[in-house]
């Protein structure tokens, strides 16, 4: 896909939707990584839904680190993988308050280095909370970047950093909410929405959908 034609793209984009953001609920960075754990295999209602209780009484490192797995783990039990995902915030809690000050690190190797939190979510905080121009690759991301034409790869990585790569700078910062959006909404898995996309004439999938006859 050519430059002109991606930037075109995320014009389009900006047009659309000029302040996209994260669907999760958050008022704080440390919600946000709350979050943005508890949402691994799991939508992002069902996360708004378990963390509007939750973070009415904890939502601090230092509160939730108090709850322990077994005080933590009744408000995500709806969320898959609870346990697993308890027993990691917790030792995110844990490691916050020992070695953070409470704070969540804006730097990319302290945020890995927590229990749970791999280099997708380390980009939704970098970018989302602490405003970098990162690209984290999801389900949603990797499918419309390589259905679409503008950075095609075989895995998440390589999709990443082509990405980064072509995306023009101005748009660098929003280009993940927008992806992860026209992904989740239009570009779906089974049977993207292509006459109502607003790309569709500068997307290269050879096998558009119609509209119903």
């Known amino acids: ?23 999760l609920e958050y008022r704080t960075p440390f919600e946000l990584l709350v979050a943005v754990i508890l ?8 996360v708004n839904q378990a963390t509007r209780v ?34 990691n ?3 995110t ?18 945020l ?20 970098e121009p990162t690209i984290a690759v999801d389900t949603h991301i990797f499918r419309v970047a390589n259905r679409t034409g503008i950075a095609p790869g075989r895995n998440v990585r390589e999709v990443e950093e082509k990405l980064l790569a072509v995306v023009p700078k101005e748009y660098r910062h929003d280009a993940h909410h927008w992806l992860i959006l026209h992904g989740r909404y239009t570009c779906t898995a089974r049977k993207p929405k292509c ?8 997307c290269e999938y050879e096998a558009k959908t119609r509209e119903e006859v």
């Open 195 to 202: 006459p109502e996309c607003l790309i569709r004439d500068l």
């Open 54 to 87: 939750l973070f009415k009484h904890a939502n601090t490192p230092e509160a939730i680190l108090k709850l322990g797995v077994e005080g933590l783990s009744p408000y995500i039990r709806t969320i898959g993988l609870f346990n697993t995902k308890a027993k």
């Open 112 to 131: 890995e280095a927590l229990p749970g939190v791999g280099r997708k979510t380390a980009n939704v905080i970098l970018n989302t909370a602490f405003g």
């Open 1 to 23: 896909m050519t430059p002109k034609k991606i930037r075109a793209i995320f014009s389009r984009f900006k047009e659309a939707n000029p302040s996209p953001t994260t669907e």
């Open 39 to 46: 949402s691994a295999q799991a939508t992002d209602k069902s």
């Open 93 to 110: 809690c844990r490691i916050l308050v020992e070695e953070h000050g409470g704070e969540v690190p804006r730097s990319r190797e302290a």
């Open 89 to 91: 915030i917790i030792e």
